[in-house]
């Protein structure tokens, strides 16, 4: 059984700085291309940032030069340091996983909420 388990989540100011894991089992984590999603109240969901088997990187561009993902094979976990933080980027964040050869993720976390205070 696949299990994506995010945590990290929470209230923090604006500027402030949080850190997302996202902890996978059932899955060959290391192969993996792992990928953090999130979605606002009202708007689509959007990709934030992803990290292939490689350490690879690409990242939505409101949060370029703010967010790093990075991830441990050893532990199967994937992070998200989040920094800079704005209103704006208040969202339920998802962890994602997928194979390296298709674009759609297979399997999803249940999200965790970020709250930023202005």
């Known amino acids: 059984q696949v299990q994506l388990v995010e945590s990290g989540g929470g209230l923090v100011q604006a500027g402030g700085s949080l850190r997302l894991s996202c902890a996978a089992s059932?899955?060959?984590?290391?192969?993996?291309?792992m990928g953090w999603y999130r979605q606002a109240p009202g708007k689509q969901r959007e990709l934030v940032a992803a990290?292939?088997?490689?350490?690879?990187?690409n990242y939505g561009d409101p949060v370029k030069d703010r967010f790093t993902i990075s991830r441990d094979n050893a532990k199967n976990t994937v992070y998200l340091q989040m920094n800079s933080l704005r209103p704006e980027d208040t969202a339920v964040y998802y962890c994602?996983?997928?194979?390296?050869?298709?674009?759609?993720?297979?399997?999803w976390g249940q999200g965790t909420q970020v709250t930023v205070s202005s």
């Open positions: 059932g899955i060959i984590f290391s192969t993996k291309v």
């Open positions: 990290i292939t088997s490689g350490g690879s990187t």
């Open positions: 994602a996983a997928r194979r390296a050869i298709v674009a759609s993720y297979d399997y």
